[in-house]
């Protein structure tokens, strides 16, 4: 293998639109440090053409016919984990990106604007990248926030949240302890149970956890 075989970044499409599809394939063949690693119209053979093309990035449609892109991405993930799949689909629902990237997607475009950026999300994504159309992207922060913020209130005791929520209205140790009725050691017992269970190192980390959005 030469050197520039060797860098070559090799993509794999799915995608039942077969206009769509070769206007990917189309797009992968005319970039010159791309090589098409297979164009599918479903993903059923997905473990078994991974097998056989070895890409390094598959484009995954969602919605394809007898299994959709989702599963066929748990499928490729599970089997070949160091493989990127960036979802390409007209899903912007939250349960479709959250079951995505629970599932292994390091990418997740929607189609209205993903012809545009194709080329630089697939560089993107081989180099570590995790690219995604601006809306997806602030949904998964918002979404991610949400089930944080849930969890970690979750783990604190109300003595703990009560505490946590007067230092971050600005009062001093000396102050929680006085409205509270506890020595400044027992508020000290409470801030280090604190730091254990949302593993931070400070007050400012620990609010911006519990409840800065």
């Known amino acids: 293998m030469s050197k520039n075989e060797s860098l070559m970044i ?53 919605d394809m016919p007898g299994k959709n892109g989702i ?17 390409n689909t007209v899903f912007e629902d939250d349960d479709r990106i959250f079951q995505a990237i629970k599932n292994g997607a390091t990418g997740y475009l929607l189609k209205k604007n993903s012809l545009a950026s194709l080329i630089q999300s697939i560089r993107d994504v081989h180099e570590g990248g995790a690219p995604m159309s601006p809306y997806v992207a602030r949904r998964v922060l ?3 926030h949400e089930v ?5 209130i979750q783990l604190l005791s109300d003595r703990e949240k009560e505490i946590l929520e007067l230092l971050a209205k600005g009062h001093s140790y000396k102050m929680v302890a006085a409205q509270l009725y506890i020595s400044i ?29």
Do not use: W
Not at 71 to 76: A, P, Q, R, S
């Open 10 to 62: 090799k993509v794999a499409i799915y995608e039942d639109n077969e206009s769509l599809r070769e206007t990917l394939a189309s797009i992968i063949r005319a970039t010159p440090e791309f090589e098409l690693a297979g164009e599918f119209g479903h993903c059923l053979d997905a473990i078994k053409n991974t097998s056989a093309f070895e890409p390094n990035v598959v484009l995954m449609d969602i």
């Open 71 to 87: 599963e066929g991405l748990k499928e490729i993930k599970s089997r070949f984990p160091d493989i990127n799949v960036i979802i």
């Open 142 to 144: 918002d979404i991610q």
């Open 148 to 152: 944080n913020k849930k969890n970690y």
């Open 185 to 213: 050691d027992t508020v000290r017992t409470y801030i280090k149970r604190i730091y254990e269970k949302l593993h931070v190192h400070s007050i400012t980390e620990a609010v911006h956890k519990v409840f800065i959005k």
